[in-house]
């Protein structure tokens, strides 16, 4: 029989960090007087009080994660962290149903944004500061797991970006451990630099902080209903000179850190992230100038804010850009899907996976028009192994049929086709909104039927933690190995 307490312990020291987060709404609210800062405590008390127990009755000498239990943990860990992150939204002055606490927190945790919230303008401080930090936290998470977790389990080609290696010259630190910690460091850094800087472009100190952790873990949620509608030219560009700065690998920060700035300027998947970033700001751009008739300096801004927003899946709106007509509608879907760079705290398939399919159907199409020749796929200057390039089209196709099935699923209960197809798409590359009145930039999900929030939590899930890592727990022969 296998020794899970390994898997416990980390989950009571994740839940801990989860208590001691509580701590700072409630005291948000408790400032004010608001009531709401009796229910945080509360929820602290019982995430404190489980996570002691998990700590104390698994502590001592721990043996060392399987693969099989390292699948295990990611799954078990965060939906066991968004159960208990609900708690303040189910008991709170908003007074949801347990099933939109889960949603909310899901939507938090995984830095999907997707809200069931209707008026922020007049939420307590504490839920507005608590769903900020759910997505501040997850967007850590989801960069140490994909250095430390996902390489390790070779999920969907992210073997490629294994820190450990046999060549020593090839590490950036000497541990992963090591790594990991001057991320969390480079993490909090990046987050200050953006408070100071929305506090220069105007914003209040409770919006800068809240939009602070928003922005940099590529969450979306806002403090208001406008989104960023409610804010000024200047915050706009603040917001996505660091959307930007987010979605980039954060080991590659290291590398800059390191002054190893040929690495950086080098990187295939940063530079063609930027190019993309660049070419749907200006493609969006002059399809305002001619069709929506604004003036050049409005329409550049917000063609670069809202394009980038969807890009790197932070979901942010200055405006409902579902009234720019079809051809914006079309391409945002499109960005929907694309996202930013592995590593980095953005969502959606990832640039380099885009970039190693073209390159796998390059190759196959040579090999057609010259059966005898011998063609090879590289990455970043160095030869891809075909089991990368083999685990990078299964996760494509994966990612696809979730999508299909995820909308099937939303238009048997009832949604329009443009609802389910956006929200499907919204859920699993974890941007947010999604298109037409009920959920685009202007609206919320609350209005779903009970069921599709949980089908939507699901594809949360499975976007954040890249498909595999948790429809693998569903084969009856993970089980039996």
């Keep these: 029989m296998s020794d899970n307490r390994t898997i416990f312990f980390i989950i009571g020291l994740l839940l801990g960090a989860v208590a001691g987060g509580m701590l700072l709404p409630a005291m948000a609210d408790a400032t004010i007087g608001h009531k709401d800062w009796q229910v945080f405590i509360a929820s602290a008390l019982v995430t404190g009080f489980i996570a002691g127990a998990l700590i104390l009755t698994n502590r001592g000498k721990l043996p060392p994660l399987s693969v099989k239990q390292a699948f295990t943990l990611t799954s078990l860990s965060w939906l066991a962290l968004t159960g208990f992150a609900a708690l303040p939204f189910a008991f709170g002055e908003l007074d949801m149903s347990y099933t939109d606490a889960f949603f909310e927190a899901m939507s938090g945790l995984t830095t999907t944004g997707a809200t069931v919230i209707t008026n ?25 797991m994909a250095i430390s977790v996902l390489p390790m389990l070779n999920i969907g080609g992210m073997q490629l970006f294994r820190l450990e290696s046999s060549d020593t010259s090839e590490k950036i630190l000497p541990r992963t451990a090591q790594i990991t ?10 987050t200050l630099a953006c408070v100071l800087c929305y506090l220069a472009a105007g914003m209040g100190m409770f919006d800068a902080v809240a939009h602070a952790m928003t922005t940099i873990a590529t969450g979306g949620f806002s403090t208001r209903n406008e989104s960023f509608g409610a804010f000024g030219a200047p915050v706009a560009m603040v917001a996505i000179f660091f959307m930007l700065v987010s979605a980039v690998p954060f080991v590659a920060y290291l590398q800059l850190v390191n002054r190893k700035f040929d690495k950086f300027v080098r990187d295939e998947q940063i530079r063609t992230f930027f190019f993309l970033a660049l070419i749907a700001a200006l493609i969006m751009w002059l399809y305002q100038l001619s069709m929506l008739e604004q003036k050049p300096t409005q329409a550049l801004l917000s063609a670069a804010f809202n394009t980038t927003s969807i890009l790197t899946g932070t979901g942010y709106a200055t405006t409902d850009y579902d009234a720019w007509g079809p051809f914006a509608v079309a391409l945002f879907f499109i960005l929907t899907f694309i996202g930013g ?91 947010g909104p999604g298109l037409g009145p009920e959920i685009g930039p202007s ?27 948790v429809l693998v727990l569903f084969a009856p022969s993970f089980w039996r190995r």
């Design 120 to 144: 922020l303008n007049s939420a307590p401080p504490g839920i507005l500061l608590w769903r900020a930090l759910l997505q501040w936290f997850g967007g850590i998470g989801i960069i140490v």
């Design 341 to 431: 760079c592995a590593g980095s705290t953005a969502c959606g398939l990832k640039i380099f996976r885009l970039q190693v399919i073209i390159k796998a159907g390059w190759r196959y199409i040579r090999q057609l028009t010259r059966p005898n020749g011998v063609f090879v796929i590289r990455y970043n200057g160095r030869l891809l192994d075909d089991d990368v390039a083999n685990s990078v089209v299964a996760f494509v196709l994966i990612f696809i049929l979730s999508f299909s099935a995820i909308a099937v699923a939303l238009s048997l209960m009832g949604l329009d086709p443009l609802t389910a197809l956006s929200a499907s798409a919204a859920a699993i590359a974890n941007v």
């Design 181 to 190: 910690g001057s991320i969390m460091r480079l993490y909090c850094a990046i």
């Design 443 to 469: 609206g919320t999900y609350a209005g779903l039927p009970t069921q599709a929030k949980w089908v939507l939590s699901f594809g949360m899930l499975l976007g954040r933690l890249e498909f595999l890592t």
